[in-house]
């Protein structure tokens, strides 16, 4: 079925952060309640025709900040030959590259990412390889029995949920900061969202998943909101879920058609 475009109707909830009252959250309960699950390696055509192995991985990954690429440096110092294809290339000649060098005014720097080596993501293990195909930090986690989130890149292990920071004025003059938490839909990516070839959050072939997204993308949530903000949230899901009408429901769930 074809990809449903965004701007059909949703629930949204607001509520503060239990942790830091200085802070709204803004959760999108019908992206939050969908079916989505990930299809890498299970009919997921990739986001260019031309590179179907490759899931979202052609692009490389930007680094959020000097947090994010610190963490992953060293996770990188945990990969070895068996998980990781790339091992002798990364190692030898390097796994970071400078995104719009020639481009940036002066006293900026240029995006850090992750380096594009043989058309993609130079973590990315391709079909076949004996260490397992997909995100070598992926692979990684799974062999010292932790969660992803602590080894792959922010926007990688985010990716397809999508947190924003606002700062809002009250009508009384009150501030406060609001933290959206919702779907990274095309428009996430940027103008070149729309010239993907495939994507996956609002199409109905990703959304066959047995838990909504705020159970099967648990650790995420937690570690985007906090534990506190999670519970949360997960009363909220329950609440709209079993009182919600058809009209809200994502319209990619097989529900909604």
């Known amino acids: 079925m074809p990809e449903v475009m965004i701007g059909f109707p949703r629930a949204y909830a607001e ?3 239990p942790e830091d009252d200085t802070e709204v959250f803004k959760v999108d309960l019908t992206w939050l309640t969908s079916r989505w699950e990930c299809i890498f390696g299970r009919g997921c055509p990739g986001i260019y025709a031309d590179r179907p192995d490759d899931g979202c991985c052609t692009l490389g990954a930007h680094f959020a900040d000097k947090n994010d690429e610190k963490r992953v440096r060293k996770a990188v110092k945990r990969l070895t030959p068996d998980l990781w294809q790339n ?3 990364g190692t030898k000649n390097g796994w970071v590259e400078l995104e719009g060098e020639e481009t ?3 006293g900026e720097e240029p995006d850090r990412k992750t380096r594009v080596y043989d058309g ?3 973590f990315l293990n391709k079909p076949g390889f004996k260490g397992g195909y997909g995100c070598a930090f992926h692979h990684l986690a799974e062999q010292e029995g932790r969660s992803f989130v602590e080894t792959k890149p922010d926007v990688c292990w985010q990716l397809p949920l999508r947190r924003q920071f606002r700062e809002v004025t009250r009508t009384d003059g009150t501030e406060y900061t609001e933290v959206s938490i919702g779907e990274y839909s095309r428009d996430g990516w940027g103008p070149g969202g729309h010239d993907l070839d495939w994507y ?4 109905t072939d990703a959304h066959q998943g047995r838990q909504p997204v705020y159970l099967s993308n648990r650790s995420e949530l937690v570690a985007l909101m906090g534990e506190a903000g999670y519970q949360q949230l997960v009363g909220l899901c ?3 879920e079993s009182r919600k009408g058809s009209l809200l429901r994502h319209p990619a ?3 909604a058609s």
Do not use: S
Request: hydrophobic content about 35%.
């Open 104 to 106: 940036v005014t002066p």
């Open 120 to 122: 993609a993501c130079i």
């Open 15 to 17: 509520f503060i952060n």
């Open 253 to 255: 769930d097989p529900a």
């Open 87 to 89: 091992y002798k290339e």
């Open 238 to 240: 329950e609440e709209f």
């Open 200 to 203: 996956c959050t609002a199409n």
